[in-house]
């Protein structure tokens, strides 16, 4: 089963690090969204990309999170100076250009920053 | 606006139905999603709606009336393996024609013997 694949599953960090985290999408989706999800909420949208190029930020995204998907296959998710807030899941889902649009979504990289 | 309301928790019993509501208030609405989450697994898809009426699938129907912003979830038969979250999600076209999903909070449902 070739899913959207997300590493590391489990993150846990010191406050004021830095951690990226990868997300392989369905092979021939060339949609990729990554979404932040707390505990007993819905998934709030971060970014979106159009194979290569980014082409939405949410205002959630600070200047401390970037997001790259290079050569538009798989992409990542980088935090800089980690704060306790940004515990959270990070979730990565990809979809195909179609009527529906439905996103695939991926298992999630839990984040802890102590 | 973005709001988008469920209730925040349900129990049902095993074989009953149950209906889950979600009332949206937001303009450029593209289209309404369900999914449904078991706890520390990925969110999968259930149902779309775009027009209104009702979409059958199964154990699982989703309505929609966008006029009154308002969309349902039915679970017919339902099992032990139903207690899930169930979220509701608005449907936005972002630039490029890529799709942004706003959701709400999830309805817990919990199925009782």
């Known amino acids: 089963d070739t899913g959207v694949s997300q590493n590391p599953r489990h993150k846990i960090t010191k406050r004021g690090q830095n951690v990226t985290f990868r997300c392989d999408p369905i092979s021939e989706h060339n949609r990729l969204y990554w979404y932040r999800q707390t505990l007993g909420q819905g998934p709030e949208f971060l970014t979106y990309f159009q194979n290569e190029a980014q082409l939405e930020k949410s205002r959630l995204l600070s200047d401390r999170f970037s997001a790259e998907r290079p050569k538009g296959s798989f992409s990542t998710l980088e935090i800089q100076r980690t704060e306790q807030g940004d515990s959270a899941m990070y979730l990565c889902?990809?979809?195909?250009?179609?009527?529906?649009?439905?996103?695939?979504f991926g298992e999630g990289s839990r984040l802890t920053v102590l | 606006g973005q709001n988008i309301d469920q209730p925040t928790e349900m129990t049902a019993t095993e074989g009953a139905i149950v209906q889950i509501n979600c009332t949206y208030q937001t303009s450029g609405f593209n289209g309404l999603f369900w999914y449904q989450q078991h706890a520390g697994e990925a969110p999968t898809f259930l149902s779309y709606n775009v027009l209104d009426g009702l979409e059958e699938k199964g154990r699982f129907s989703s309505f929609l009336s966008r006029s009154k912003g308002y969309s349902y979830l039915l679970l017919k038969e339902l099992q032990m393996k139903d207690s899930a979250s169930y979220l509701c999600a608005v449907k936005w076209v972002l630039t490029g024609g890529g799709n942004k999903l706003t959701f709400g909070t999830g309805t817990q449902l919990k199925v009782e013997l």
């Open positions: 889902a990809s979809s195909l250009r179609t009527v529906t649009g439905e996103l695939f």
